[in-house]
């Protein structure tokens, strides 16, 4: 069955600093894959998504993802770590066997040292 | 260009009573998901619908949840004799087409059931 697992529940980085957030995929064919942010008591905001073609993927706000198939991955990458980054943060497949279905991670919950 | 609306934004019901929620897709967007986001955990798909059909239910609990999308007017997600179990946020995306696109999600509602 599909799956979507962000193996980091919590992440804690100065602000400055840089970020690498970690979502592995679950699935033989490649998926459709996206990032999204959530901030407390709001909906979801797409950040970036990969269809196909190049592998790096350049996002809102400043944030990157790359897909790489050997390793299932598509992790989510900034540069430098801003206070208003401070949000959870959720990997979503898709596929096109099913119906458009996202299948999500638990999320990962980012906060920010000043 | 008005985004995914949800209302109400906050719902608190009794045991035993009913809740509707209700969505309205963006401009153009004839395709409408709902997923439920249970506290600390990430979100689950629930039903996918298209004007006036279900295409993919296979995320909705079998008894006492039910959803429509009519040719005129929003969404509607419908959850019978709520139990505490139900609280939970609950957030309706909305594309243009179906696989491959884009979802654009809503606001959510929070649902307290006392």
């Known amino acids: 069955a599909q799956s979507v697992t962000q193996p980091d529940i919590h992440i804690t980085v100065s602000e400055g600093a840089s970020l690498e957030l970690r979502c592995n995929y679950s699935y033989g064919a490649t998926p459709y894959l996206f990032w999204y942010v959530q901030s407390p008591g709001q909906g979801l905001q797409l950040l970036l998504k990969?269809?196909?073609?190049?592998?790096l993927v350049q996002g809102i706000k400043g944030f990157e993802a790359e897909f790489k198939r050997s390793q299932s991955s598509f992790n989510l990458r900034k540069p430098s770590v801003h206070w208003s980054d401070a949000a959870e943060y959720f990997c979503?497949?898709?596929?096109?066997?099913?119906?458009?279905?996202?299948?999500f991670g638990q999320g990962t919950t980012l906060q920010v040292k000043p | 260009n008005a985004g995914v609306m949800q209302n109400p934004r906050h719902l608190v019901r009794r045991r035993g009573q009913e809740a509707r929620l209700r969505c309205s897709p963006m401009?153009?967007?004839?395709?409408v998901y709902w997923y439920r986001q249970l506290p600390e955990e990430g979100l689950k798909f629930m039903v996918y619908l298209q004007k006036e059909n279900i295409i993919d239910e296979s995320g909705m609990p079998k008894e006492r949840f039910s959803a429509e999308f009519p040719k005129e007017g929003p969404s509607i997600l419908r959850i019978q004799q709520v139990v505490r179990g139900d609280s939970a946020a609950y957030f309706c995306?909305?594309?243009?087409?179906?696989?491959?696109?884009?979802?654009?999600f809503g606001p959510g509602t929070r649902l307290l059931v006392l």
């Open positions: 979503a497949s898709g596929t096109s066997s099913n119906t458009g279905k996202l299948i």
């Open positions: 401009k153009g967007h004839s395709h």
């Open positions: 995306a909305s594309s243009p087409s179906g696989v491959g696109e884009t979802q654009y």
């Open positions: 990969y269809f196909s073609g190049d592998t």
